[in-house]
T-cell receptor, first 115, second 115 residues
Framework: EPEVTQTPSHQVTQMGQEVILRCVPI?????FYWYRQILGQKVEFLVS????????KSEIFDDQFSVERPDGSNFTLKIRSTKLEDSAMYFCASSEWALGNQPQHFGDGTRLSIL | SQQGEEDPQALSIQEGENATMNCSYK?????LQWYRQNSGRGLVHLIL?????REKHSGRLRVTLDTSKKSSSLLITASRAADTASYFC???????????????FGQGTILTVHP
């Protein structure tokens, strides 16, 4: 069964550094998402992306965050200048469509630790 | 309570027993989805129920939706030790009639099934 894959599985970064989290969504999916889960808290929506542009973003997704689909397979989340509070699990997800009640398929996540 | 709140927060049962988890939400929804998360792993989609559906089955899973009460339940019948995981409900809420797939997750129910 096709899977969403995320790399790296664990990223340790110094505060203030830039970090790029990578995802390969399922190949025939058109909608892509990033979520995060701070330890012990809920999974929170960050951003949805379709047709090479952001469809929706949450208040968490400020100017420090950006997303990109640099080629036909990868989907990336960049945090420009990391803060301690950015430490969390970051999940990428994809769906065939967003309009039409489609399930989202999640990767196993990247654990981001900011020192 | 916030959108997508589950109860109980933790549930401990013996193998073979049924497990019922409940979810309440506040806004109108397109659909409600249940996900499972094993420790340290990503979210696995279990079942999606649309706002115009009242009940849905998938194998040992049964989901109900009561839009008048803004609540849903997930029943796992004949539980197995392998069902031990966290279970989350997630709502896909209408935003002026258009959804871009933003899911709002609850805090989750930690299910432990003892062999």
């Amino acid at each position: 069964e096709p899977e969403v894959t995320q790399t790296p599985s664990h990223q340790v970064t110094q505060m203030g550094q830039e970090v790029i989290l990578r995802c390969v969504p399922i190949s025939n999916h058109l909608y892509f998402y990033w979520y995060r889960q701070i330890l012990g808290q809920k999974v929170e929506f960050l951003v949805s992306f379709y047709n090479n542009e952001i469809s929706e973003k949450s208040e968490i997704f400020d100017d420090q965050f950006s997303v990109e689909r640099p080629d036909g397979s990868n989907f990336t989340l960049k945090i420009r200048s990391t803060k301690l509070e950015d430490s969390a699990m970051y999940f990428c997800a994809s769906s065939e469509w967003a309009l039409g009640n489609q399930p989202q398929h999640f990767g196993d996540g990247t654990r981001l630790s900011i020192l | 309570s916030q959108q997508g709140e589950e109860d109980p927060q933790a549930l401990s049962i013996q193998e073979g027993e049924n497990a019922t988890m409940n979810c309440s939400y506040k806004t109108s929804i397109n659909n409600l989805q249940w996900y499972r998360q094993n420790s340290g792993r990503g979210l696995v989609h279990l079942i999606l129920i649309r706002s115009n559906e009242r009940e849905k089955h998938s194998g040992r899973l049964r989901v109900t939706l009561d839009t008048s009460k803004k609540s849903s339940s997930l029943l796992i019948t004949a539980s197995r030790a392998a069902d031990t995981a966290s279970y989350f409900c997630a709502t896909d809420a209408r935003a002026g009639g258009t959804s871009y797939g933003k899911l709002t997750f609850g805090q989750g129910t930690i299910l432990t099934v003892h062999p």
